[in-house]
T-cell receptor, first 113, second 115 residues
């Protein structure tokens, strides 16, 4: 197993465009998390899934953000009408159950120009 | 949710032992203390977790006094590759999800190891 995979690693987009990121968790991990991290700050929780169900969403996740995890495997995070404030590293993590270690991917760095 | 306070930065030299202390005065009875390491352009990596007294693994040791209001991450004989940001988190055991004991990442401690 190669760990949590995120694509793309980098994305540059113009303000107002839509972007979609993909996360492939470790096989058989039923929990999947999305975090956002800006320069000099720690990761901020956005949302998490248990299998295909989205169980929690942070207030940080505005209505321009949507996450899906069809079939409980990979997940996508879409940002519509991007704004410069959306520029950040978007991290995905997965874990096997609630009380087990979560493994993070290398992230997708989004730059909105 | 218990808030944590840790130094913004620390400097060390190769071969030295590094101790990073984290304060968490409002830690709850069911909370665990977890430390993560993050290198630039990578996601955080779990280092160690404990509830009380001392925990040791192949990477680090975690010292927790009886009142649990603080904890100290100890890295023995650091090398240049230990240069990273170290986060102290308090919450339910290794639970990253939502309101049920979600772990809050602060700004962390930026450790710089010099030759």
């Amino acid at each position: 197993d190669t760990g949590v995979s995120q694509n793309p690693r980098h994305k540059i987009t113009k303000r107002g465009q839509n972007v979609t990121f993909r996360c492939d968790p470790i096989s058989e991990h039923n929990r999947l998390y999305w975090y956002r991290q800006t320069l000099g700050q720690g990761p901020e929780f956005l949302t998490y899934f248990q299998n295909e169900a989205q169980l929690e969403k942070s207030r940080l996740l505005s209505d321009r953000f949507s996450a899906e995890r069809p079939k409980g495997s990979f997940s996508t995070l879409e940002i519509q009408r991007t704004e410069q404030g959306d520029s950040a590293m978007y991290l995905c993590a997965s874990s096997l159950g609630m009380n087990t270690e979560a493994f993070f991917g290398q992230g997708t760095r989004l730059t909105v120009v | 949710l218990a808030k944590t306070t840790q130094p913004i930065s620390m400097d060390s030299y190769e071969g030295q032992e590094v101790n990073i202390t984290c304060s968490h005065n409002n830690i709850a009875t069911n909370d665990y203390i977890t430390w993560y390491q993050q290198f630039p352009s990578q996601g955080p990596r779990f280092i160690i977790q404990g509830y009380k007294t001392k925990v040791t693994n192949e990477v680090a040791s975690l010292f927790i006094p009886a009142d649990r209001k603080s904890s100290t991450l100890s890295l023995p004989r650091v090398s240049l590759s230990d240069t990273a940001v170290y986060y102290c988190l308090v919450g339910r055991p290794v639970n990253y999800g939502g309101s049920q004991g979600n772990l809050i990442f602060g700004k962390g401690t930026k450790l710089s190891v010099k030759p």
